[in-house]
């Protein structure tokens, strides 16, 4: 692989961090598989039904689907929004201070490696579109990319999809009633703690940690919501029973 080629995926990975997409994704499946398997052993260790337990891991997938959406959805509004009005602001400042910013961001080319002559001469250039000046000067100085602010769709649609996924795993076992109770409760556990062996051993791989740390710190996870989440209900179905 080129060392062009590498420097393309790591710009690429950086902007999917910077539009909320790795994020967004991460969470929702992550949050598919635990919070679904957290309902699902709640409500089958207090001694419901196949039928409720089916019924309740649907409205789990349902309702944090939508609401995993919706919040990404607001997140990533709100990030654009303030974001917005920085540049905003910046275009004001650059009309009544223009020699500011521009030795600015002169200081900021020679601090990146630039010689001063050639970074009085970019900065001047630049200073000639006021647009392209505050673009670069956001980019430069402030550390974000203008015209890569993230899409709250974006967000919003994969958090709903990756969450609905997530949440499958534990759900599916209680489709297949010939399964029967018992293996339906294993085989959530099982398809739950293989989802999240991946979703940590891919996290750590994309951060450059060991894969297997990722992976079975995730599956320690999996294994603590599932003894919690199933003794808080087998606990209460006795109580009430």
Same mark, same amino acid.
């Given at each position: 692989m080129s060392k062009k080629t590498d420097s393309e995926i790591l710009a690429k990975r950086a902007l999917q961090i910077q539009r909320g997409a790795a994020r967004a994704a991460v969470l929702g499946v992550n949050d598919g598989l635990v919070s679904v398997l957290c309902i699902v052993l709640a409500v089958a260790g207090a001694g419901a039904s196949t039928g409720? /337990?089916?019924?309740?891991?649907?409205?789990?997938?349902?309702?944090?689907?939508?609401?995993?959406?919706?919040?990404?959805?607001?997140? /990533? !509004?709100?990030? /654009?929004?303030?974001?917005?009005?920085?540049?905003?602001?910046? #275009?004001?400042?650059?009309?009544?201070? #223009?020699?500011?910013?521009?030795? !600015?961001?002169?200081k900021s080319m020679v601090e990146s490696g630039q010689t001063p002559e050639i970074a009085k001469a970019s900065a001047q250039e630049m200073a000639k579109d006021d647009e392209k000046f505050v673009n670069l000067y956001a980019g430069q100085v402030m550390g974000f990319n203008s015209e890569e602010l993230g899409s709250p769709w974006v967000a919003a649609g994969s958090s709903f999809l990756l969450f609905t996924v997530g949440a499958l795993a534990p759900t599916l076992p209680w489709v297949f009633t010939y399964f029967g109770y018992t293996t339906a409760v294993w085989l959530s556990i099982i398809f739950t703690a293989i989802g999240s062996l991946i979703v940590g051993g891919y996290i750590a791989s994309s951060s450059g940690k060991s894969v297997w740390y990722g992976a079975l710190r995730q599956l320690g996870i999996v294994i603590l919501a599932s003894i919690v989440t199933y003794g808080i209900g087998y606990l209460f179905g006795v109580s009430v029973a």
């Open positions: 409720n /337990v089916l019924l309740a891991a649907f409205a789990g997938l349902i309702s944090g689907a939508v609401s995993m959406a919706a919040g990404e959805w607001i997140s /990533v !509004k709100s990030q /654009v929004e303030l974001f917005e009005g920085i540049l905003g602001d910046l #275009r004001k400042l650059f009309i009544d201070d #223009r020699d500011l910013l521009v030795s !600015k961001l002169e």
